[in-house]
Each structure stands twice: as C-alpha cells, then as structure tokens.
C-alpha cells in the first residue's frame, strides 16, 4: 500500500524547495487547473492537484536537472510512483525521457504552458483580471509569437493532440481552473 499524501505535506515541500514567489503562484495556478480537470473526467481531485502543486518542485533549486532531480527527491520520501512519473512527464521532449501516458500526464503536460500564457494574457488586460479574459483573447495573443514568448505553444499544441481534445476547450477550462483562485495568484484585477 503506497502512502497517502497531503496537500499540507505537498505545500511544505514546495515552499520548502522554492522561494520565488512567482514560481509558487505558477504551481498553484497548476494545482488550481489540475483539480479543476480532474473534476470534469470524474478522477481524484486531490492526486491530480497534488501533483499540479509539485510539478515543479525542483526547478529553482536545480534548473539544469529539472524533472530528474525531483525523482531523487520524491522517492527519498517515499512517494507513490504514480505521482513521480507524472511529475517527470510534464517535462517530456524538454528535460525529461518521461512519455506522458496517462490523462493526468497529459493534462499536466498540456496546461504548464498554458497557465504562463494565460496569465500574461489577462496581466495586459485594462481589468489585470482572469475574471473577464475569454478564450478568444488569448487565442489572440497565442498568434502573436513575440507576446509571452517563453510560452511554448507547440507543446501545448501537442498536450491538446494527446488528449483528443480542441485548443479553445482546453483553453476555457484551464482559465476556469485559473478563476477558482484568481484573487490568490494576484488575477482578480480591479472588476
């Protein structure tokens, strides 16, 4: 029997590897995203938000050995293999050998990305708002490469193609993930 894990113990370990708040708001918008899908395929919300919370767990402190050296440090506290490969997959075909293969992979894989790029997108709204922004402003902004530009659309592309899903679908659900904690990433703006 593989131990049950906490949001609590999750948070401790990612504040506990990462100090820069932008980053700890990127997981949480991750985490945020990642229950929000989970809801919607009928899975286990708190897995997949746990493991949207930690997806990046070892990026500030090891950005050269990001998506391996977050094995190392999962499996030295025991946690599920499950939740350690589909933390190494989000960063397949970049830093990582790891094949998104289940759902929960795919979906990671698809919406790290597209959080970036969301959240850019609704920073250069009048409103600074994640409340307002629809799909086809950031489709929008998605067109012009020069905008957000370390946001690699391909691999969002790609998540959208291994999850036999529309860009715009993936796109509307991920900002209503994003909404449910619009004020704590800083994206309520002034509506």
Same mark, same amino acid.
């Given at each position: 029997?593989?131990?049950?894990?906490?949001?609590?113990?999750?948070?401790? =370990?990612?504040?506990?590897?990462?100090?820069?708040?932008?980053?700890?708001?990127?997981?949480?918008?991750?985490?945020?995203?990642?229950?929000?899908?989970? @809801?919607?395929?009928?899975?286990? %919300?708190?897995?997949?938000?746990?493991? $949207? =919370?930690?997806?990046?767990?070892?990026?500030?402190?090891?950005?050269?050995?990001?998506?391996?050296?977050?094995?190392?440090?999962?499996? /030295?506290?025991?946690?599920?293999?499950?939740?350690?490969?589909?933390?190494? &997959?989000?960063?397949?075909?970049?830093?990582?050998? %790891? /094949?998104?293969?289940?759902?929960?992979?795919?979906? =990671?894989?698809? *919406?790290?990305?597209?959080? +970036?790029? *969301?959240?850019?997108?609704?920073?250069?709204?009048?409103?600074?708002?994640?409340?307002?922004?629809?799909?086809? &402003?950031?489709?929008?902004?998605?067109?012009?490469?020069?905008?957000?530009?370390?946001?690699?659309?391909?691999?969002?592309?790609? +998540?959208?193609?291994?999850?036999? @899903?529309?860009? &715009? /679908?993936? *796109?509307?659900?991920? *900002?209503? $993930?994003?909404? &449910?904690?619009?004020?704590? =990433? +800083?994206?309520?703006?002034?509506?």
């Amino acid at each position: 029997m593989e131990r049950e894990i906490t949001r609590e113990e999750a948070l401790k =370990l990612l504040k506990e590897y990462n100090q820069d708040e932008s980053l700890i708001r990127h997981a949480l918008s991750v985490e945020a995203v990642m229950r929000h899908f989970a @809801m919607l395929f009928g899975e286990d %919300v708190e897995k997949w938000g746990i493991i $949207g =919370l930690i997806h990046d767990l070892d990026y500030e402190r090891y950005p050269e050995e990001h998506c391996v050296k977050v094995k190392e440090i999962l499996t /030295e506290r025991e946690w599920p293999k499950e939740y350690i490969h589909a933390v190494q &997959s989000h960063g397949w075909g970049i830093c990582s050998e %790891v /094949e998104p293969v289940h759902r929960m992979e795919k979906v =990671l894989y698809t *919406i790290d990305e597209l959080t +970036g790029l *969301i959240t850019a997108a609704a920073l250069v709204r009048p409103s600074r708002s994640l409340l307002d922004l629809e799909v086809k &402003s950031v489709k929008k902004k998605w067109k012009d490469k020069a905008f957000a530009a370390g946001v690699n659309r391909e691999i969002i592309q790609k +998540g959208a193609e291994l999850l036999g @899903m529309e860009l &715009s /679908e993936i *796109i509307k659900e991920t *900002i209503a $993930g994003m909404r &449910s904690i619009a004020a704590e =990433l +800083g994206l309520k703006g002034n509506l």
